[in-house]
């Protein structure tokens, strides 16, 4: 066998069978094998893109994304890849090639398309290697593997040199193992002594509360979160990654896109069960006036990596497992008990519906006289897309405003059908994210919500999506311009003018106070056509309907150019909200 078989056989028997990455002659004896191993290579124009690929097959699917780049220029084009895919927290297995043994490790001085790959990821990602020998492949790539599937999800690397990758090795076929021999397969298990106590905490609440992060994803724990929150009539929060993962229709969902809600729910709530989530920047870091105090708000925190149990907020009870496991343990407690305030939980539930329905109802009113509005309103895409499309769509948010203007027009019904970003804000992501998520789910439609400047990072994937016949729809915001950095210069030239000029003429600032911050006229449905895919091309807010039913119905991939107010486009839903998130609570 030569070095790339080897791996070929081992990701077989691990399981994978769908790889990203672009060719390269320095590791063919890799993907030569791949066939043969039952492994199926998806190749997008970019290397990064096909780290998005990974990303977005191992969230959709819960199972290992395998992405592959070959020394030097691959290397350093997959870079920003593995940044976003570390950042959020996708399980990610990047392979690459290095230069032959002898060239590198440490350098000679002067070698061609070479740097130090593995202490430039290193840092970057949760785990990186480099192998020294053919006899070490199966004993390294066991570890990478290893570490796959240890703690919480992110990015590890292997690097290989090209001429064992290539070359025939003297390993014997006997060293390829089932994974149970190396690695932990069973779920990560709760203490059940802080499982009832846990339990019985929450029962006797006056009001209890859970959020959920994208761990909870991770585990494939939606119908235990589902089976807990109704058990404990008790709302459920989530993450911005974690959106969908309880269905937004279901009594106990909080939208994130409430904002006000979300923190009165939190800061109301005096025990708080927290699973798979770190708290992080987006989650206000756990702190008041957006969460209670910790003297008056108890904390149970579930996570599968121990280092991240209190780190931002002080917590009371941690328990240390894998989150399906944990919510299942829960629940089972939970069943066994009698809740004595069930009543007023569920009345409070009724109360926050209301203040839900209430919180959609003012986005909505907006939109109410748009239908004829030429240029289209930005929040009329989002509402009008999910009408057209299939229930079950995975959605693809990509940009600044337009990732904005999507949630909070969109309403999560489906869980494991939003992806982004939510931890990076990487424009240009998106792109790659759709072709993983059309490969991860192939009986479901893709659509993906990009901005112009997002969609200008990478629009060349069109051409993949056509080759690989991905029949995705991607749906352009097209503004002509950087929305967010133009809104923070004009805020921070003329705060006053820039408030006037929106409400009495919907114009921004003079172009001499905008510096560096519009493009040149684009036409992307032209472009779509030239990739090959389908175009449509839309002023008016009366022909975007058609113009999606078209697009959907159209047979392969498709790309909707839509002219959305430029002006209106920089006023996104909740933007004070995001400036104060990004300020250090006071509490």
């Keep these: 066998m030569t070095g790339g078989e080897v791996i070929a056989r081992m990701l077989a028997v691990e399981g994978v069978e769908h790889l990203f990455g672009i060719i390269d002659g320095t590791y063919f004896g890799l993907y030569r094998a791949l066939a043969g191993a039952g492994i199926t290579l998806h190749s997008p124009r970019h290397e990064a893109a096909a780290a998005h690929m990974a990303g977005a097959y191992a969230r959709l699917t819960g199972r290992l994304g395998v992405v592959m780049a070959s020394n030097g220029p691959g290397v350093a084009n997959v870079l920003p890849g593995v940044a976003v895919e570390e950042g959020e927290g996708n399980r990610v297995l990047l ?48 570890r990478a593997l290893r570490m796959s599937f240890t703690g919480r999800p992110g990015v590890v690397h292997l690097d290989v040199p090209e001429d064992l990758i290539n070359g025939p090795t003297d390993i ?92 009165k729910v939190r800061c109301g709530a005096d025990v708080v069960l927290v699973v798979g989530s770190r708290l992080g920047e987006t989650d206000w870091w756990g702190k008041a006036p957006n969460w ?90 989002p509402t009008i897309a999910q009408e057209t499309m299939p229930e079950d769509t995975v959605w693809v948010f990509d940009g600044g405003n337009t990732v904005v203007w999507s949630n909070f027009h969109h309403e999560a019904r489906v869980p494991r059908s939003i992806l982004s970003t939510f931890k990076f804000g990487m424009l240009g992501a998106g792109l790659g994210q759709a072709l993983g998520a059309a490969v991860a789910a192939p009986d479901r439609r893709v659509c993906c919500l990009i901005g112009d400047g997002a969609f200008g990072m990478h629009a060349s994937e069109i051409e993949s999506a056509v080759r690989l016949g991905l029949p995705i729809v991607f749906v352009v915001f097209v503004d002509g311009q950087w929305g967010m950095v133009k809104m923070s210069q004009q805020i921070a030239a003329a705060p006053l003018a820039t408030v006037v ?86 509490g």
């Design 95 to 142: 392979i690459t090639s290095a230069r032959r043994v002898g060239v590198g490790n440490p350098d000679r001085g002067g070698a061609y398309q070479y740097f130090d790959q593995s202490a430039v990821i290193g840092p970057m990602s949760k785990w990186s290697g480099y192998v020294p020998s053919a006899d070490r492949i199966p004993e390294l790539l066991r």
């Design 172 to 263: 014997d076929p006997s060293v390829i193992r089932a994974p149970h021999t190396y690695r932990r397969v069973m779920p990560l298990q709760p203490d059940p002594v802080l499982v009832e106590r846990a339990a019985r905490l929450l029962v006797a609440a006056n009001q209890p509360a859970i959020h959920a992060g994208s761990g909870v994803y991770h585990a494939g724990a939606e119908a235990e979160l589902a089976r807990l929150a109704e058990l404990l009539a008790a709302p459920v929060t989530t993450s911005w990654a974690a959106r969908g993962v309880l269905p937004e229709s279901r009594r106990e969902a909080i939208p994130m896109t409430a904002l006000d809600l979300n923190d």
């Design 292 to 381: 209670g105090r910790p003297g008056e708000q108890r904390t149970i925190q579930v996570d599968i990596d121990e280092e991240r149990v209190g780190v931002n907020k002080p917590v009371d009870i941690a328990l240390v497992a894998d989150a399906r496991e944990a919510l299942r343990a829960l629940a089972d407690a939970v069943a066994s008990l009698d809740v004595p305030n069930r009543p007023d939980r569920l009345g409070r539930l009724d109360g926050w519906q209301v203040a839900k329905a209430q919180a959609r109802a003012k986005l909505d009113k907006s939109l109410a006289t748009a239908t004829g509005s030429a240029p289209v309103p930005p929040g009329l895409v």
């Design 501 to 586: 000029r929106k409400v009495v003429w919907n114009a921004s600032l003079p172009d001499e106070q905008i510096v560096y911050a519009d493009f040149e006229a684009c036409r992307y449905d032209q472009l779509a056509r030239a990739l090959g895919a389908h175009g449509e091309h839309v002023t008016s807010a009366a022909d975007l309907r058609a113009a999606f039913e078209r697009a959907r119905d159209c047979g392969g991939p498709a790309v909707v150019h839509v002219q959305v107010d430029n002006v209106g486009h920089m006023w996104a839903p909740g933007l004070r909200a995001f400036k104060k998130m990004h300020q250090e609570p006071k």
